[in-house]
């Protein structure tokens, strides 16, 4: 299994996404609960622009933890490594934000930033993408404030965002 998930994350690397897919698919073949494959066929649908396809994989990913309302998160010990394939949540539900995003599912998206940002995952990313969703919605103070939560976490990229959709 581990060279099929070792030949996915190459093949991704090189831009060859369904190559990559192909490969993660034998994995969840083998080990239909393996985490991290279906995390990475849903990172590779999404960077093919199948946000679709990437939340359904996205959502196996997080079914294998327990589901995304509770979920175990494993972590190395002396006693028995479970984390080798393993995703945290947090970052299963940051990409699967992103997908939300694309698909103009803004509250599922919101909901995702929002977990990612309660367990300190890519915090300033997710302030500026939560932006981004009140931009979409229309609601520009709100946009304006979170873009500027994003900028003083240090993302330089939301100062852009602040002074184009925050000008007086």
């Known amino acids: ?33 393996n985490t991290l494959a279906l ?4 990172n590779n649908y999404k960077r093919l622009d199948d946000y679709q396809s990437a939340v359904i994989y996205y959502n196996k990913a997080f079914a294998t933890k327990g589901g995304e309302g509770f979920y175990i998160d ?4 002396a006693f028995v490594d479970l984390s080798k394939f393993d995703v945290p949540g947090h970052e299963i539900s940051y990409e ?6 694309q698909l103009d599912s803004l509250n599922r998206a ?7 940002i309660s367990n300190g ?7 500026q993408r939560i932006g981004y969703i009140f931009v979409g919605c229309g609601q520009k103070e709100k946009a ?3 873009f500027q939560k994003a900028i003083d ?14 000008k007086d």
């Open 74 to 77: 494993f972590t190395p010990n």
């Open 39 to 42: 995390f990475n066929i849903g």
């Open 1 to 33: 299994m581990g060279a099929y998930i070792n030949r996915g994350a190459d093949k991704s690397a090189l831009g060859d996404f369904k190559g990559a897919i192909e490969d993660y698919i034998k994995v969840v073949t083998l080990d239909p609960k």
């Open 144 to 146: 304006c404030e979170y």
């Open 153 to 166: 976490l240090g993302n330089e990229d939301a100062e852009t965002d602040l002074a184009k959709y925050c």
């Open 121 to 127: 995952y890519t915090i300033a990313d997710c302030y």
């Open 96 to 101: 699967r934000a992103v997908a939300f995003y």
């Open 110 to 116: 919101f909901t995702d930033f929002q977990h990612s």
